[in-house]
């Protein structure tokens, strides 16, 4: 169990027979596509490619600027780490784009991160069972595998973004056996979201849409 502790845990949230197959997967070394409560519809796993060239700004970044053809709330809603992944998070950041909030997770070292994701009414770390501290009317609990342990440096535990729009808020909650757990509070519970990574340097991108009402 210890090994895949916090990817269990986010099966449970998750509740969907999918996510064990993916955990499967992992165990192989392959990338297997999840279908997610919100579509049935086969959709390749999909890394995007960045165009635009780097800004000075922490907040908004212009690298992270970069479109997706993801789709909202696709049922790709999981992948597993490369091979060669030994990865180490240097930074988290928030930015706004036409239309949507995005969390950035910056990392150092080799390989491609995994990650897993669900919706969640309550947010609490794994392993400590404590309460993580964001305000909002739901989550989104995102796990990032594929990283070094112990972790080689990087951020802290509990490192967390102010809020934006519909993200209210994020938290590094630290690495445990290799994978990270990122917290987002959400104004919306429902609102439509998507995972995926680019690089140069490596990151893993998390947009949450604003509603457009």
């Known amino acids: 169990m210890g090994a895949h502790r916090r990817i269990s845990a986010l099966r449970i949230l998750a509740g969907t027979a999918a996510a064990m197959t993916l955990l499967a997967a992992c ?3 392959e990338s297997v596509p999840v279908a997610s409560d919100a579509s049935t ?3 390749p796993t999909t890394t995007a490619t960045e165009t635009a060239a780097p800004s000075a700004s922490p907040t908004a970044p212009a690298e992270d600027s970069a479109e997706s053809d993801v789709p909202w709330d696709s049922p790709t809603d999981g992948v597993a780490a490369s ?4 990865l180490t998070a240097t930074d988290l950041r928030i930015g706004s784009q036409l239309g949507y909030d995005r969390i950035v997770v910056e990392f150092s070292g080799t390989g491609t991160p995994g990650w ?3 919706r969640s009414a ?5 392993p400590t069972g404590q309460s993580v501290d964001l305000e909002s009317e739901g989550y989104l609990a995102v796990i990032a595998s594929g990283l070094t342990t112990p972790p080689d440096g990087g ?3 509990g490192t967390t973004t102010p809020g934006n729009s519909v993200v209210t808020g994020s938290e590094f909650t630290g690495v445990f056996e290799g994978e990270a ?9 429902e609102a439509p979201y998507r995972v995926f990574t680019l690089e140069n340097p490596t990151r893993l991108v998390i947009d949450v849409q604003r509603s457009m009402a």
Request: hydrophobic letters at 55%; a negative charge; glycine letters at 6%.
């Open 83 to 86: 091979a060669d992944a030994a």
């Open 155 to 157: 951020i802290d535990p």
């Open 116 to 118: 897993l994701s669900a």
């Open 27 to 29: 165990a192989t070394g």
């Open 181 to 189: 757990q990122i917290w987002l509070g959400l104004a919306d519970p």
């Open 122 to 126: 309550t947010a609490v770390e794994d």
């Open 41 to 43: 519809a086969p959709v």
